[in-house]
């Protein structure tokens, strides 16, 4: 009977005792693997005999009260190599989507708070990126009555819940996500769907394709290529102010002297676009150049992307505008990783980031330097499919703004920070140094305007979690939401505004609502400063909430905005002013105050 046993048998028995558990447990997929090493092995036959006759639980693999033969049995019918663990985020692709994603019906009663409203629910991913490994993808949401659960699909495949937010491992953030595994899906485009589902209130469908007015509402597919059998175009050029269009062939040897040259050169090898090619910046100063329909370019479904030579550092290229407005016209292009110059004169003939409607540009670990924020130039004009991360923009007037605004640090602005119509997704955002209301500019500044002509359609589905702008100069007005705008669907969240530092003793008002908004969220927020619900002219709201938010570091003065709090000079009124207990609804506002 012993020959049957696995090698190393009868060398466990004997110096079982030399084993001891030392704190390791094995894993859910593998119980018998008592080591925690990926084996079920004489090691872990060793660990159960040093725990034989005990009544466990280490090496009791049945759960009987003991350890004894039946634990034995059950580890030898597992001998080997653990099974892969599961992993319960992985999105199973399917063959695609059989037509659009019907709308459903609002979860809850009718007449119950929130009920007729969408949560807030934005894709935390920047779209038509090329993957060849696993990959999360997250979605941030919130809604007045709490948010049940988020369900995503991949190419039709089966639906998977996800029902809390935790960080997401790859941007960092507090996400409900999940991920895809490009070595299970085909070469090429997919999509993926996801429903998000209140307590109570209207799922919101987060599918279709990408536009200016899936951008405006959010409610779009999330669209990505996978790569893993590396089977898509990927090619690669070099750009150098030495270079030559007539001589050169684009290598790192021979470069080309304009990116509109090795952008038309990668197009002309692929034979239909330049998707998924990359252009690489030698040394020196460049200038994206003048479009030339010669040299016009095609991007479809993938970033054409433009970096520093790999060998050269990040400091020693410098990008300085463009020769003309529309500088190389792309429907799909990345800055990443470079040095960017607005020219001194900021003048709009020399747009860096011009878009038209339909194309995109994402600026990612960049650092974007302006002539002073006096001067009257702008980083881009049109388009609203725009996304800037991990970046750095300072010294300029107006910062270039995009739809995702994530991880971004905004120095020395002369105007607003940050506009609520084309900001949708804001993550992490520092203000330092904003100019002040009535200062040099004449700007009426803000933090975080929101702004619309009359008759707009409403910024809607608007998430701003962790803008942090304090002390210095940064004294215009906070978050303004001035009329004729309207709103919907808007979240702030855990941000930490104060603008009661000014060197011309000018405070203006730290949160401000003017128009009408729907659904509102603000929780975990320190707002220092004076804060209105201006009902005097058209704010009202359908279904807003306060949680956990503050007028001070301390957080000992609750957030309660006049004239829900009545002033120093008016009499408290029991019928419409807080009466400092919560949860609390004010009976003029429609708001509700809480904490958690």
Known sequence: MRSAYAPGFILAISVASQFTL???????????????????????????????????????????????????????????????ESNDTLLIPGTGFQGETVELSPVGLPGETGYENKPMARWDVVPYQTVDQEFQVGIVAYHFGRIDRVEFSLDGGPWLPVNEMKQNPRTGQDEYWVTIDPSTMADGNHEIRAIVWPNVGTPR???????????????????????????????????????????GDGSREKPYASMMKAARSIQDEQGKNADGGTIYLLPGSHSIGTYSWGLHTYVDDRWLTITHDPQTPMEKVLVTGVESLSGLRAKLLRFHRLNIQMPDDGSISQYIFSSASGQSKWVSECNLNGPGRLADGDWGSGGVANYVTDTTIENCKRPFMGAIYRNIDLRHIGVDAMRGQICKLVLDVTVEDLNGCGSQSGAHNDVLQFHAEVGA?????????????????????GIFFGTPATGEDLAFVDCIISNQEDDEGYVARVMQFGGPVSHLVIEGCTLVGPANWRSDQDFVTEAARITDSWFDYANTEFLIPYPDKHASFEPYDPEIHWDGSFPWKSPVQNVHYELN
């Not at 536009?211 to 089977?231: V, Y």
């Open 22 to 84: 030392s704190g390791v447990s094995a894993s859910a997929d593998c119980p018998a693997d008592l080591s925690g090493d990926g084996l079920v092995d004489g090691q872990d036959i060793g660990l159960l005999f040093a725990n034989w006759g005990s009544r466990g639980p280490e090496g009791d693999l049945d759960q009987d009260g003991s350890v004894g033969g039946s634990d034995l049995g059950a580890l030898m019918s597992a001998w080997g190599e653990c099974p892969a």
């Open 457 to 477: 359609p409403p910024i809607s589905n608007g998430i701003y979690r962790g803008i942090i702008s304090i002390g210095g100069s940064c004294s215009g007005q």
């Open 205 to 247: 469908i987060m599918a279709g394709q990408i536009d200016d007015e899936a951008i405006r509402t959010g409610e779009h597919s999330l669209f990505l290529s996978s790569n893993h059998g590396r089977t898509l175009g990927s090619l690669d050029r070099w750009v150098s102010k030495d270079g030559s269009d007539q001589t």
